[in-house]
């Protein structure tokens, strides 16, 4: 994939960038801010699913606390208070 990338990259540097050597290291630096920007985005995803498990961890545990307060009363309406 890096191949095809810096192909592709020193193609379109070429108009702007006559020097190769130069063209060279640009495309090498936009390679690596693809991949930053790559794995800022998995880590975006990741943050994004413990965000989402700890709102249901925080969900499940209000319900166990309402289903415990219901199991020790008696179904009264209690539970609501």
């Not at 006559?18 to 390679?31: D, E, G, I, S």
């Not at 690596?32 to 700890?54: G, H, S, T």
């Amino acid at each position: 994939m890096r191949d095809q990338f810096m192909r592709i990259a020193m193609a379109r540097l070429r108009s702007t960038y006559l020097f190769k050597p130069q063209r060279q290291a640009v495309a090498a630096k936009m390679w690596v801010r693809y991949l930053d920007r790559k794995a800022m985005q998995q880590w975006f995803k990741e943050q994004q699913e413990i965000a989402r498990q700890e709102e249901w961890q925080k969900m499940e545990n209000a319900l166990n606390k309402r289903m415990d307060i219901i199991g020790q009363n008696g179904n009264t309406g209690e539970h609501y208070e």
